[in-house]
């Protein structure tokens, strides 16, 4: 690393609060390139332009580049700096003692055999590794800049977008039950604008942190860029514990990072009454039905399953009844799961099941592209991220989804499963229609069409309509 490599990019630095980002990027790209560019000067030039220039900042309070000037004249003379021992120039030194020595005492004086450079080569290491010091400095500086005109800013539209957004669910949900959701509907509605607050309050705090962290390390930056450029060799290589702390000082801002208390809280606007009134209005209001062309996918059945000939009924069979139907693509060949035909992707849909007696079930759906052979958690119901089931095994209910398991207190046992999926507000909800009661519900973004899935490994589960 050359003296003017460092300068250059001493003198390119001017931070704009709302500069986009492919402007930041072009900078520290043509600074870059400006370094190499430089790198190729005589070491003369270089010499004079790191001793000669300043670093300003203007009223504004940004750093400007750097001038050429006169040094200011030092208190102490190198040239007249002798050794008390050997009457010579002080021109040597000594890593080992921390000091400026003459070449007698490297020699035959105190100093011998210790690591020891000329003053000149010693001056020039102290200043490249300032140049070094200062460029990350001003890197970590347009990263924090970037931070608080990008990333906070993006933050804080998208908090009034999802703020809204909740407004409305909320309110969407509450008018198919006014009369008995009047003071639930205020409650939530008051709760959105808590969280909305309580994020729009870290967002200030956080501008406000990064804004004095930006303003630290731009001064001790401004600092340091004096030192490297107004001070002599001896004054440079004696400073090491004042450009110490300083660094110890730059390195303490720390790097910025999102975080989730930056974000919007899903919970604020849920609501165990709200859902379960909005969810009976929805399934037995006048307007309620089923699909009745719901069916199961022959093509889909799994071989350890029987499909009845009306396509809505699924059996599992003991290994003795089992047949090897053709090969096909869309059939899961070692789980005994099944799909529906209807791909539900927009509008309400909602479906109930008859699952009887059967001690091992799962209702749910899936994405269309679930995995359907083999054994592993692909094609396993519940076990990947693209599948949501309730499950059913021995007594015990539970909600699947990606490997997770979310145990469900159910007081008396379904004989008939509902399934509701509101492709507007993105829920999916799990009740029991003979008694009203919700089993579970879960709010996703789901990608892709969803698919009524089913599983089955005790006795049969029937599709009703």
């Given at each position: 690393m050359t003296e003017d490599r460092g300068i250059c990019d001493l003198a390119v630095v001017s931070l704009h609060d709302n500069e986009p980002e492919a402007d930041m990027e072009d900078r520290e790209s043509t600074a870059c390139h400006q370094r190499k560019t430089d790198s190729k000067q005589p070491e003369d030039t270089s010499y004079h332009r790191l001793n000669g220039g300043t670093d300003n900042v203007d009223e504004s309070g940004h750093a400007v580049a750097l001038t050429s000037t006169n040094n200011p004249k030092s208190d102490v003379d190198p040239s007249q700096m002798t050794c008390v021992d050997h009457d010579s120039e002080l021109d040597w030194f000594c890593s080992s003692e921390?000091?400026?020595?003459?070449?007698?005492?490297?020699?035959?004086?105190?100093?011998?055999?210790?690591?020891?450079?000329?003053?000149?080569?010693?001056?020039?290491?102290?200043?490249?590794?300032?140049?070094?010091?200062?460029?990350?400095?001003?890197?970590?500086?347009?990263?924090?800049?970037?931070?608080?005109?990008?990333?906070?800013?993006?933050?804080?539209?998208?908090?009034?977008?999802?703020?809204?957004?909740?407004?409305?669910?909320v309110l969407a949900q509450v008018s198919a039950v006014r009369e008995a959701l009047d003071e639930e509907e205020q409650r939530l509605l008051e709760a959105v604008q808590r969280e909305q607050e309580r994020v729009e309050q870290c967002l200030l705090t956080q501008r406000a942190h990064w804004s004095q962290a930006l303003t630290s390390l731009s001064s001790t930056r401004t600092n340091l860029v004096h030192t490297l450029t107004h001070s002599q060799d001896a004054e440079l290589v004696t400073s090491s514990q004042q450009i110490n702390d300083r660094v110890e000082e730059a390195e303490g801002v720390g790097e910025p990072r999102d975080t989730e208390q930056l974000n919007l809280s899903s919970d604020c606007s849920d609501s165990r009454l709200m859902q379960g009134l909005w969810a009976s209005a929805l399934l037995l209001g006048p307007s309620a039905h089923g699909p009745a062309n719901l069916r199961f996918q022959e093509r889909s059945v799994s071989t350890m399953l029987s499909l009845s000939a009306d396509e809505c009924t699924l059996t599992f069979l003991p290994k003795r009844a089992r047949q090897s139907p053709p090969y096909d693509l869309a059939r899961f060949d070692c789980w005994p799961n099944a799909l529906s035909t209807l791909a539900i992707s927009s509008e309400t849909h909602s479906w109930v099941l008859d699952v009887g007696q059967s001690a091992a079930y799962k209702v749910g759906v899936c994405y269309a592209s679930m995995d359907r052979k083999?054994?592993?958690?692909?094609?396993?119901?519940?076990?990947?991220?693209?599948?949501?089931?309730l499950s059913h095994y021995e007594g015990d209910f539970t909600f699947c989804h990606a490997g997770r398991h979310t145990s469900l207190h159910v007081i008396r046992r379904p004989r008939h499963v509902g399934i509701l999926v509101d492709w507007p507000s993105q829920t999916l909800l799990f009740y029991d229609p003979d008694s009203y009661c919700v089993l579970h519900a879960v709010s996703h973004h789901f990608t892709a069409p969803l698919l009524p899935a089913c599983a089955v490994a005790d006795r049969s589960v029937t599709l009703l309509h």
């Open positions: 921390g000091k400026l020595i003459c070449s007698h005492c490297a020699i035959v004086g105190p100093c011998q055999g210790h690591m020891v450079t000329p003053l000149g080569t010693q001056a020039t290491t102290v200043r490249n590794q300032l140049v070094d010091i200062c460029e990350k400095m001003q890197m970590q500086a347009l990263r924090i800049e970037r931070f608080i005109s990008q990333t906070l800013s993006v933050k804080e539209k998208a908090i009034q977008a999802d703020a809204s957004a909740a407004r409305e669910r083999g054994s592993g958690n692909g094609a396993r119901l519940g076990y990947n991220d693209r599948s949501w089931v």
